[in-house]
């Protein structure tokens, strides 16, 4: 067995179910609508010069490696073998989708996960070959003419791009504090400016989801999310502190196969990475189920990596991907590294959930009722075509490790 059969074995035990109940005429449809989406794109002009397989070779990585690649998603989609064609040209069409990236009240934090990998997975090799028209960490410009070239690119792109909002956008009293641009436009303003003729707006980070820390208690600002404030255009919220690079570019993916957002919960997440909890698919569950709980940090418990719900881990509570797509290039995550999980991706998680305190302490509520009851349990209802993210960063993790194996 390979690593990316591993992998792949992996992301099943983990409890990644897609419903293949669909039967052939689905399919069939799902097919067609994708093929005739990805001629559109197809027939589009380039709106960046950057090829996906120029961006893989000079990682050292085949045609051959970014088939295995777009097989091991479709396998991971639980998708007939007769996509993986049309997987592999959405990734090489990714230039056709120009994105329009806007910082607010942020630390930048989710760029600086995406920049600062020293072994990049697919999915963040992905990203380096998107249109990204403007980003006000990444662009040369600044002042009078950062501000001509995001006219230019809002007009030019009108109602076909996506527009990207990392922090939260102060609405309060001290609104005024933020402003942004030559022409000192409040975070508020510019949002909504740049926001107006998007296809649709991606949330990315807590703070830019759920106001995140900038909300936090006394909240100054009166920091809130971009669904709070952007109405009329589908918002798709990817929270946590920072949001996995492979969730970002799942959902992208998903928008360049399908022209539409993903299926998403209550919360506006997509559920290919939010529909499930952190403790159903945590690697410490068993110790959980047979009652072996970390008291006291140092214990018995603690250095034979006992659960650690006692010790305030919020798993039970949170609904992410973490323990299946981890950080680091797949390196690890806050439980796996002996810290409980502190619900980076709720709202609220800053005064809610943030601080390390016994649950029996907590005043909160798992928001499935109860600890023991899984997600189907509770129609969080089927992963859509977004679960790429997931793949994209299994895939790449695997590729990763066979340039180190070749060295």
């Known amino acids: 067995m390979d690593r990316r059969d591993a992998l792949a074995k992996m992301f099943s035990a983990k409890g990644v179910r897609v419903n293949t109940n669909r039967g052939e005429a689905y399919y069939n449809k799902l097919k067609e609508t994708m093929e005739k989406r990805l001629r559109e794109l197809r027939e589009s002009p380039a709106a960046t010069k950057v090829d996906i397989q120029k961006v893989l070779e000079a990682e050292g990585l085949s045609r051959r490696d970014f088939m295995k690649w777009a097989s091991a998603i479709t396998a991971m989609l639980m998708l007939p073998a007769s996509f993986t064609p049309l997987v592999a040209e959405a990734a090489e069409l990714m230039n056709r989708v120009p994105i329009i990236w806007i910082e607010l009240q942020d630390c930048a934090g989710n760029s600086e996960a995406i920049l600062r990998s020293d072994s990049p997975t697919i999915d963040e090799l992905i990203l380096e070959t998107i249109d990204l028209e403007f980003n006000e960490t990444l662009m040369a410009a600044a002042g009078h003419q950062a501000e001509a070239h995001l006219e230019e690119a809002i007009e030019t792109f009108k109602g076909k791009y996506l527009c990207v909002v990392e922090g939260s956008i102060p609405v309060g009293t001290g609104k005024e504090w933020c402003t942004i641009g030559a022409k000192g436009e409040t975070f508020e303003e510019h949002l909504m400016r740049v926001s107006k003729d998007a296809a649709a707006v991606v949330a990315v980070g807590t703070c830019a989801t759920f106001g995140g820390v900038p909300a936090a208690a006394p909240n100054p600002t009166g920091a809130v999310g971009v669904q709070d404030i952007v109405r009329g255009k589908p918002i798709i919220n990817i929270p946590a502190c920072p949001a996995n690079p492979a969730n970002i570019t799942g959902t992208i993916l998903h928008f360049v196969l399908t022209g539409q957002i993903p299926e998403l919960d209550h ?141």
């Not at 506006?268 to 068993?286: L, M, S, W």
């Not at 018995?300 to 323990?323: D, H, I, R, V």
């Not at 690890?332 to 810290?339: L, Y």
Request: some cysteine; overall charge negative; glycine content about 12%.
């Open 267 to 407: 919360l506006n997440r997509p559920k290919f990475a939010f529909g499930y909890r952190i403790h159903d698919n945590c690697e410490r569950r068993a110790h959980f189920d047979a009652g072996e709980f970390v008291e006291e940090w140092g214990d018995e418990g603690a250095q034979n990596n006992w659960c650690l719900y006692k010790m305030g881990c919020k798993g039970p509570m949170t609904f992410n991907n973490c323990s299946v797509v981890r950080y680091n290039s797949g390196t690890n995550w806050p439980i796996g590294a002996g810290h409980g999980c502190i619900g980076c991706s709720e709202p609220q998680f800053w005064d809610k959930y943030a601080f390390e305190r016994p649950m029996a302490d907590a005043h909160i509520k798992a928001p499935t009722g109860g600890v023991e009851k899984t997600v189907d349990q509770f129609g969080l209802g089927l992963l859509t075509a977004a679960g790429v993210g997931i793949a994209i960063h299994a895939a790449l993790s695997a590729t990763a490790g066979k340039k180190e194996e070749d060295k």
